[in-house]
């Protein structure tokens, strides 16, 4: 059986759920307690289809400004970035824009990139 591994980012301003999601993806849990990212913290998880193992390697960024400048270093060599917003944030999707161009800037060039819409459970807060 072969096993290929892919790395995938998670970007987006703080607070947006990016940790919330890596966690319900690899270990199928959620919690209200969860702190912010510091830097990036990394998890994995393999799935197999059809005799084909895809090991994903999770990168959460953390979305704090001061920690901007160390992104480049987490999405190198990245195969796709997931950028998240907060569906309760507007501002939050507002600067998707910025996200997407640094990674298009400084990240690989034929990454795959994907929006991902968060916190839809806070349906009767939304603002985006």
């Not at 199928?28 to 059809?50: C, E, H, P, R």
């Not at 990168?59 to 999405?75: F, I, N, V």
Request: charged share 20%; with cysteine.
């Amino acid at each position: 059986m072969s096993v290929r591994e892919v790395k995938v980012c998670l970007l987006g301003d703080v607070g947006v759920g990016k940790t919330s999601l890596v966690g319900r993806f690899v270990h199928d849990t959620f919690s209200q307690n969860i702190t912010t990212t510091l830097g990036a913290s990394f998890m994995s998880k393999s799935l197999t289809v059809d005799n084909s193992t895809i090991k994903f390697q999770i990168w959460d960024t953390a979305g704090q400004e001061r920690y901007r400048s160390l992104l480049p270093m987490y999405y190198r060599n990245a195969a796709a970035a997931i950028v998240v917003y907060d569906i309760t944030n507007e501002g939050s999707f507002t600067v998707l824009q910025d996200w997407i161009a640094e990674l298009h800037r400084l990240g690989p060039p034929n990454i795959v990139l994907a929006i991902a819409g968060n916190k839809c459970d806070l349906e009767d807060k939304r603002e985006v």
